[in-house]
Nanobody, 115 residues
Framework: QVQLAESGGGLVQPGGSLRLSCAAS????????MSWYRQAPGKQRELVAG???????NYADSVKGRFTISRDNAKNTVYLQMNSLKPEDTAVYYCRAKMTVRNYWGQGTQVTVSS
């Protein structure tokens, strides 16, 4: 059974930092492209950052220079380091694992940026 378990969300003040983690099980983690998406209330889910199995990265323009995606294949975990957080970063953040037609999502973790 495939599971993607996100953690690390919470309430943070503007300008603060959080690190999200997504622990995967039931897949050959190193073979999967991993990514983080987010969905704010009333908005569509959007790609935040992606990291391929070959360690290529891509970021949404809105988070470039503030967020960093990384992975530890030994721990089957992908991370999202979020710095200089803004209120508009408030959303539920989802982890995604994709390899060809196989596509899995986590349950999400809430990030709220507010003073």
């Amino acid at each position: 059974q495939v599971q993607l378990a996100e953690s690390g969300g919470g309430l943070v003040q503007p300008g603060g930092s959080l690190r999200l983690s997504c622990a995967a099980s039931g897949i050959i983690f190193r073979s999967y492209d991993m990514s983080w998406y987010r969905q704010a209330p009333g908005k569509q889910r959007e790609l935040v950052a992606g990291l391929t199995s070959g360690f290529s990265t891509n970021y949404a323009d809105s988070v470039k220079g503030r967020f960093t995606i990384s992975r530890d294949n030994a721990k089957n975990t992908v991370y999202l380091q979020m710095n200089s957080l803004k209120p508009e970063d408030t959303a539920v953040y989802y982890c995604r694992a994709k390899m060809t037609v196989r596509n899995y999502w986590g349950q999400g973790t809430q990030v709220t940026v507010s003073s």
